[in-house]
């Protein structure tokens, strides 16, 4: 087992680690294999638990992007090619997202190319569908996102080296979509309810996590950042556990609510942000966004979220830094979306 330790970035990531990825692809298989079961709660049980493994998967995902698994970057880039598949953002390259999140963190912004504002602006009418969408419960803003990767190949000048890749994979995906459709249609029905409640997991976490816009400046490597840098980059950075109090729900999502620890050090994983988090940066709970305050505005500003304007708080969304933090608490921001790191434009 040590000699096994050693490939990690640390001991302890033979343990932590390997326990989330074995986590991660158990549930990701049982999950599978209970869509296909007779029994509708099996069926049930079967989407959350499928839905979970992805979620663990596209944390991983985010951990192999710092290379905080192994010590060999090689090692983390395989790692998180495999995991790519698993959360089906494999239409776009791990590299692409590696790129686009050093750059967040680099750049101390939301580093994007595509504008969905602008986006909206010419399709009035898709803008109205999604946000009807997400007045339902459905997450079309990121809908609109992963369609848009499944294509970006095609659409992104600078990824035009990708098209015969990408068209693979959508021919591969599409596929065996298509013929467990025909196989099992509430198979193929669940498994695309747990690919939805994946979505929603990750964004839930992203919403509140920092107070920049986007900046569209993906392929622009000499504009400088907006927010000064690492000096102010905390103070833009806001942490939204699941739960100040105990550890182990904050495990649900490997810690990605403790925002702050994350971004103050990145290379740190996942298993000691809490503790990196409470020592180094406040151990005080007026320090973070409480869960009861992120689900109110989760839900209660879903529509809201698309524009981020016509609800009952529009003069707050632009507030920055402290004044952020203190409007996040008092449950009156209406949060971000279309900032997976999985979408990586």
Sequence with gaps: MRGLAGYFHEPAGLAYHGGA????????????????????????LAVVLL?????????????????TIFRNNQANTRLGRF???????????????????????????????????????????IFRLVKGMEWAGLPA??????????????????RRDQRLRQSLVILIRAGILITLALISPRAALGYVIAYILMLHVLRFMDAQQHDYGAYPSLYDKQLPSRFGGRETELAHTFSNPLSWKHEWPNWLTLNFGWHGAHHARPTVPWYHLRAWYLE?????????????????MYWAFRVYRV???GGPHDELQDVRE???????????????????FLTSF
Excluded at 23 to 31: C, D, K, Q, T
Excluded at 282 to 296: E, L, M, N, Y
């Design 322 to 340: 402290d004044d952020y933090l203190q409007a996040g608490r008092s449950s009156l921001l209406y949060g971000g979306n279309a900032v997976s």
């Design 141 to 158: 803003h990121e809908f609109l996102m992963h369609g848009i990767m499944m294509f970006s190949a095609f659409i992104i000048p600078q």
């Design 280 to 296: 180094h940066i406040s151990d005080d709970p007026a320090s973070v966004i409480p869960f009861a305050a992120q689900w109110r």
């Design 83 to 125: 995991l790519n598949w698993m959360t089906g953002s494999c239409y776009g390259t791990f590299e692409d997202i590696r790129y686009k999140h050093f750059r967040h963190h680099m750049d101390n912004d939301d580093v994007v190319w595509f504008m969905y504002a602008e986006f909206f602006e010419r399709h009035p009418r």
């Design 51 to 67: 839905a979970h493994g992805m979620v663990i998967a596209a944390y991983l995902i985010h951990e192999c992007g710092h290379n």
């Design 21 to 44: 990825f074995g986590y991660a692809v158990a549930a990701y298989a049982l999950g599978w294999a209970g869509l296909f079961a007779a029994h509708v709660w099996v069926n049930l």
């Design 307 to 309: 524009d981020h304007s």
